[in-house]
């Protein structure tokens, strides 16, 4: 472990340190914490409660609740549980996917809020004596001594906090300081558009289970968050102000016109400060480790939001790391190789999901975004008419490609 000398308000001495606490880097803390390894996860925010989360848990990640004994107090959490997913295509609506074809403990995607998902697990991570989840202290510096990167310096309310680690975990997302501090080579793959995130009050009894629409040039999915629908309306990349040079009268009609259940509550959207502009775009790191570092989650490979999955990626990375390194935290930390046995195991199904993403983005969307006259592509309504094949895409969405299971012990004493 990293050298002795005792901690103090201003230095910690963990065996990791996770930056970020997203979806990775709380499950990335809850393994090894359990896993009785000397580790501490930095957010930077007081607390999960941020609206631009991706609400989507899949089944792949439900299994490793399942695996961990978390999975029955977890379904306790409010949610709700979606298995057949629908698209609404001008008037006809097609099923695109059906998980409860899948074999496997919860054929559904559970929605709930992200911050839902990320407060069980710093909840139930508590009693890992080993695990500290640190909010507002957010990363700002990499420590690096040579070629080796040995920490960071947190911002805290209480002051700078040095933070020495055998291993530094970037989990700080698709914008990672860290990932840039640490000099890591990005391949850009890009993005044709961007979402505009906002909420519009959901009707009393509205029971609606269109999942995404698609009309007259316009693409738009709503998450169901109780009292409110959470709205991600796709625009061009870089299309902002050209929706807002049009005017929010228009943009309250191409709402309406796309989802009427949105009427009534539309004036929630009372000016553009209700809506926020998400970025979107996909990358990945030519190599995720370097000594005493590793990137996984987006800080490794940009997700987008096809297909939802960039949570249940981030999850899966977590675990991975977790099986991968868990017994390799001797007398300074995971060797190099050890680190890049990560990227071994997680690359291929990185690249089929990226792959599958730009394929869905290119072919489907910048198409429904832009054409007026957009059917959908004849591969679509073949999906829509053959339930196995809906299966399939349940598959790729529900459980990805290479799933993961959880193989980190949990130590002893705890
Ligand atoms: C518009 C949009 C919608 C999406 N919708 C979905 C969806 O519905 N379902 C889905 O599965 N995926 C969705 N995704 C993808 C998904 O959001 C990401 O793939 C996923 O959040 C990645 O998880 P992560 O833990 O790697 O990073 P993040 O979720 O980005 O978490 C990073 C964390 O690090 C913290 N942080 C950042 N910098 C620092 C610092 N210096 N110090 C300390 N803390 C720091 C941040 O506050 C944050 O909590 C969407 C993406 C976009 C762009």
């Not at 698209?87 to 559970?110: E, Q, Y």
């Not at 044709?192 to 040039?217: C, E, H, T, Y």
């Not at 902002?240 to 009427?260: M, Q, R, S």
């Not at 959908?376 to 299971?405: C, D, K, N, S, Y």
Request: with cysteine; net charge neutral.
């Amino acid at each position: 472990m990293v050298d002795a000398a005792p901690d103090s308000s201003s230095s910690l001495n963990v065996q990791c340190c996770i930056v970020g606490g997203g979806p990775a880097g709380m499950m990335l803390g809850y393994l090894l914490g359990r896993a009785g390894i000397k580790t501490v996860v930095l957010e930077k925010h007081a607390d999960f409660f941020r609206d631009f989360r991706g609400d989507t848990v899949h089944p792949s990640t439900l299994k490793v609740m399942q695996e961990l004994g978390l999975l029955e107090d977890f379904l306790k959490v409010p949610h709700d549980e979606v298995a057949k997913l629908n698209a609404l295509f001008g008037t006809t609506s097609i099923r695109l996917a059906d998980l409860s074809r899948l074999d496997t403990v919860c054929p559904f995607i559970a929605f709930m809020p992200q911050w839902d998902f990320l407060n069980f697990l710093d909840d139930k991570g508590k009693r890992f004596y080993n695990l500290s989840v640190r909010k507002n202290a957010e990363a700002v510096e990499l420590l690096k001594n040579g070629d080796r990167v040995t920490g960071v310096i947190a911002k805290t309310q209480n002051g700078p906090l040095r933070i020495n680690a055998d291993l530094t975990v970037a989990c700080d997302g698709r914008h990672s300081l860290m990932r840039e501090q640490a000099g890591m080579n990005v391949e850009d793959i890009g993005a044709p558009m961007d979402v505009l995130w906002f909420r519009v009050g959901k009707p009393q009894g509205s029971n609606d289970s269109v999942f995404a629409r698609i009309q007259s040039g316009q693409m738009m999915v709503m998450l169901d968050r109780t009292t409110y629908w959470q709205c991600a309306y796709v625009i061009a990349k870089n299309g902002f102000e050209t929706v807002k040079a049009k005017g929010l009268d228009e943009f309250h009609d191409n709402i309406v016109k796309l989802a009427p259940i949105a009427r009534e509550h539309i004036g929630d959207v009372k000016s553009w400060d209700d809506v926020k502009l998400l970025s979107v775009k996909i990358d990945r790191l030519t190599r995720w480790a370097r000594q005493g570092f590793l990137c996984i989650g987006d800080a490794a490979h940009a997700m987008s939001p096809v297909g939802g999955v960039g949570v249940n990626l981030a999850v899966q990375d977590a675990v991975a790391s977790a099986n991968l390194l868990f017994d390799k935290f001797g007398p300074g930390g995971p060797s190099l190789a050890n680190l890049d046995t990560v990227q071994d195991r997680r690359l291929f199904p990185v690249r089929a999901t990226q792959a599958i993403q730009v394929f869905v983005q290119n072919k489907l969307i910048n198409r429904a975004i832009s054409d007026k006259q957009f059917d959908p592509p004849l591969p679509v309504r073949i999906i829509g008419m053959i339930p196995f094949l809906q299966g399939l895409t349940a598959r790729a969405i529900g459980i990805g490609v290479r799933p993961e299971h959880v193989h980190s012990i949990e130590a002893k004493r705890v």
